[in-house]
């Protein structure tokens, strides 16, 4: 089996970015599909990753986006197999939600920016969580919260607004509610207005992300090549 990772992409204005570009440079072939534009396949038979990106949709929005149906089978058939699987905010609220968590919409605090993210004692023994070390900056950019983790799920890691940022199904299924693929540039396209009529400002946003962003970058990077490794390692086995 080749190191294909199938990438789900739930908006068409959020795909896999640098992550996509990390992953191949680690020799991981990277399958990205728009979930709104093309049928998701049926298994995940030959392909030796996942990853579930975000979208602005509750895991069970399926009126709004159809294919989500399609993407709960692919995200619990991840965790049976115990597949390396990296779900991204939307994504790692699929995988909370398909092996029995809880995901309300509008709840919790909005965290939007660059947001510190903290390993647990769990995270900070975590293959891939370890990787950001005490603690990094990571853009969030979310309101809905996963407010029950799975019975058998490991939390790794959390905000001081929001307690599940990271946690782990199995030895290798992790979500993560921050976004390791975006960076302080992307922040550029976020809604000016929408974040104005929450009292923030997208100018100093930026600026605060930029602030951090070589230590954003780096451990991001750290990130997605420890999942790498767990991909081609996989490969290998």
């Known amino acids: 089996m080749s190191a294909r990772v199938l990438v789900v992409i739930n908006s068409a204005a959020s795909g896999p ?9 680690r020799g991981v072939e990277v399958e990205a599909i728009v979930a709104a534009d093309r049928e998701l396949p049926s298994t995940l038979d030959g392909y030796a990753g996942l990853v579930l990106l975000g979208g602005g949709l509750m895991p069970d929005d399926d009126h709004r986006a159809p294919w989500l149906a399609s993407e709960r089978a692919l995200a619990a058939e991840a965790v049976r197999r115990d597949l390396p699987t990296l779900g991204i905010c939307l994504g790692g609220q699929l995988l909370a939600h398909v092996a029995g968590g809880e995901v309300a919409a509008n ?9 510190p993210i903290h390993p647990t004692a769990a995270g900070r023994d975590d293959p891939v969580i370890a990787t950001i070390g005490d603690g990094a900056p990571m853009i969030e950019n979310h309101q809905d919260m996963i407010t029950r983790l799975p019975a058998e799920a490991v939390l790794l890691a959390s905000s001081d607004a929001v307690a599940h940022q990271a946690f782990r199904l199995g030895a290798h299924v992790r979500g993560v509610q921050f976004h390791p693929e975006a960076s302080a540039g992307d922040l550029a396209r976020w809604d000016d207005a929408a974040l104005r009529g929450e009292g923030r400002s997208l100018p100093d946003l930026i600026a605060a992300a930029e602030h951090v962003d070589a230590h954003n970058t780096a451990a991001s990077r750290r990130l997605v090549d420890a999942f790498a490794d767990e991909v081609l390692a996989g490969v290998t086995a």
């Open 17 to 25: 970015r640098r992550l996509g570009v990390w992953l191949a440079d």
């Open 107 to 115: 709840t919790g605090p909005v965290e939007r920016g660059a947001t």
